[in-house]
């Protein structure tokens, strides 16, 4: 069984060891909106998966379970009670603390201090593999590694947050297993109710190869320089500009202050955004004539890797890999991340037909992934470590 241990909305240091929150706008949501949550459990449930909550420092850690009886009576003495006691420092544990504590970043640590969740598992599980996601550095942290803001528009998930404007509004179900709304409610087992699918994808990102293809193919317009014009292909092929601001708000320059308002970031529908932009193809809003299309997925995934240097940059060839640890939950994954990539981004004839493929696709290398799921507190305690 492939399980995912994130943590939960109350505490926040169970799988990932390093997590550390920051402040965004669907944090904000969703703390803000509590008044609407009582229909769910939210003890109950992962928290990384109703918001796609945003990390600093996330360390995906993949491993397969040697010895299934230790490992199950570690989860359930060591793993669990992490939740139970109520005090967020505690939880999240000093790692995620590094910044608050002064410290520059944890580069200077102690390795066993940051391995936590692997000490405490000990020899009851192999060490498969893990990847070190990290937000950017400086003024572009919160942008993947082409320089666009991400985590802008998730799903508004039905009883559990207020919609902001053009936010898509979607079944409970569509997200949780078990919830109204999930296409296979009937046929799940009781303790799989309030988890959720995670797609994972490590996708490498050539983005000095990205930077040439705008700088040798700027959109030539009245009024708009060089320079103008290849920022301008960027933001058609993702749909928004680097701030954030959509295209179809802002169609020929970008604006940053339009790119940092939440209310007015993510409309819908898009007329003016080229059908084949990423963000319409991964969400035609009003292309379909409706929003309720069971299509969508909360994303929270983070970069990884470092910083461009100097000399790929020059070269315009990628020599370090860095990208994307992509990160969507959703109730169904073949209704969800496999239907966007298969049916919509790599169709050439979706949303009309000739409009192509998603562009950004060309600029990205699977590295591969896996299907894991993410259950619920109560799964844990009572069948998965029993
Ligand atoms: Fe995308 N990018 O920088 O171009 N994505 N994405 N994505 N993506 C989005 O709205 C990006 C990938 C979706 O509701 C933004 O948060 C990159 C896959 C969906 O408007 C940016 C990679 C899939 C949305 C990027 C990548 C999706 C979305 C705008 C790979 C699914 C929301 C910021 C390396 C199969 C659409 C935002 C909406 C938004 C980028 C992958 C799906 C900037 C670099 C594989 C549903």
Redesign the pocket.
């Known amino acids: 069984m492939k399980l995912n241990l994130i943590p939960t909305l109350t505490s926040l240091s169970l799988f990932a060891g390093l997590v550390s929150s920051r402040t965004t706008s669907l944090l904000i949501d969703a703390a803000g909106s509590a008044a609407n949550v009582a229909a769910l459990n939210l003890d109950d449930i992962q928290g990384d998966i109703l918001i796609g909550m945003k990390k600093k420092k996330e360390l995906f850690f993949f491993f397969g379970i040697a010895k299934p009886q230790p490992f199950k009576n570690k989860l359930k003495s060591d793993i669990l009670p992490l939740d139970s006691l109520n005090d967020t420092a505690f939880t999240r544990g000093q790692a995620a603390d590094n910044g608050t504590l002064g410290d520059p970043g944890t580069k200077n640590w102690v390795p066993q201090f940051l391995g936590s969740l692997k000490s405490t598992l000990g020899d009851s599980v192999t060490e498969i593999y893990t990847l070190q996601g990290e937000a950017r550095p400086g003024k572009e942290e919160g942008?993947?590694?082409?320089?666009?803001?991400?985590?802008?528009?998730?799903?508004a998930v039905t009883g559990f947050q207020t919609p902001l404007l053009g936010q898509?509004v979607v079944p409970t179900g569509e997200i949780l297993v078990g919830e109204k709304g999930d296409s296979e409610i009937g046929s799940r087992p009781a303790w799989a109710k309030d988890g959720s699918f995670l797609?994972f994808?490590q996708?490498?990102?050539l983005v000095p190869e990205f930077n040439k293809f705008l700088t040798d193919n700027p959109i030539r317009e009245p009024g708009l320089t060089d320079k103008n014009g290849s920022d301008l292909l960027g933001a058609r092929?993702?749909?928004?500009w680097k701030s954030?601001a959509p295209v179809f708000l802002s169609p020929r320059f970008d604006d940053p202050a339009l790119g940092a308002n939440r209310f007015r970031t993510?409309p819908s529908p898009?007329p003016g955004c080229p059908f084949s932009a990423?963000?319409?193809k991964?969400?035609p809003?009003a292309d379909l004539g409706t929003e309720n299309t069971g299509r969508?997925?909360v994303?929270g995934?983070i970069p990884y890797g470092p910083e461009v240097t100097a000399g790929e940059a020059s070269s315009h060839t990628t020599k370090i890999e860095r990208?994307?640890a992509?990160v969507?939950y959703q109730s169904n994954i073949e209704n969800g991340?496999?239907f966007?990539?298969h049916s919509?981004?790599s169709n050439p004839n979706f949303v009309e037909p000739g409009v192509g493929f998603d562009p950004?696709i060309d600029?990205?290398v699977s590295r591969g992934g896996e299907y894991f799921f993410s259950p619920s507190l109560s799964a844990i305690r009572n069948t998965l470590s029993a």
């Open positions: 942008h993947e590694h082409f320089g666009f803001l991400d985590g802008i528009s998730n799903p898509a797609a994808r996708l490498k990102q092929m993702v749909g928004r954030g993510n898009i990423h963000i319409r991964t969400r809003r969508h997925i994303r995934g990208g994307l992509f969507a991340f496999q966007l990539q919509w981004a950004i600029f990205v």
